[in-house]
Nanobody
Framework: QVQLVESGGGLVQAGGSLRLSCAASGRTFSSTAMGWVRQAPGKEREFVAA???????TYSNSVKGRFTISRDNGKNTVYLQMNSLKPEDTAVYYC?????????????WGRGTQVTVSS
């Protein structure tokens, strides 16, 4: 089992930036694929971005070119740099760990951090 704690959410104006962090513990972080998933009010959770153990990344089309996922294995932390934010990016953002070294969907979740983008 892995424990995940997100931080860095907040309120930002459209066009602004935020950086989310996720600290992980309880599993060999460096061999675990990590990702971010978000849930907007009244909507289902949707995939945002993922990074494999070796640094391979994948993004949803809605954030590609604006968001960057990265990891620091020395700090057991994964990041999500969000630029050019839009009101439709407003959601609770969840850090997630996958069951293996490449992203296969989440099997552990953090509690989430709220991101609100005002127009």
């Amino acid at each position: 089992q892995v424990q995940l704690v997100e931080s860095g959410g907040g309120l930002v104006q459209a066009g602004g930036s935020l950086r989310l962090s996720c600290a992980a513990s309880g599993r060999t972080f460096s061999s675990t694929a990590m990702g971010w998933v978000r849930q907007a009010p009244g909507k289902e959770r949707e995939f945002v971005a993922a990074i494999s153990w070796s640094g391979g990344v994948t993004y949803s089309n809605s954030v590609k070119g604006r968001f960057t996922i990265s990891r620091d294995n020395g700090k057991n932390t994964v990041y999500l740099q969000m630029n050019s934010l839009k009101p439709e990016d407003t959601a609770v953002y969840y850090c997630a760990a996958s069951g293996g070294s490449t992203w296969r969907g989440p099997d552990s979740w953090g509690r989430g951090t709220q991101v609100t983008v005002s127009s």
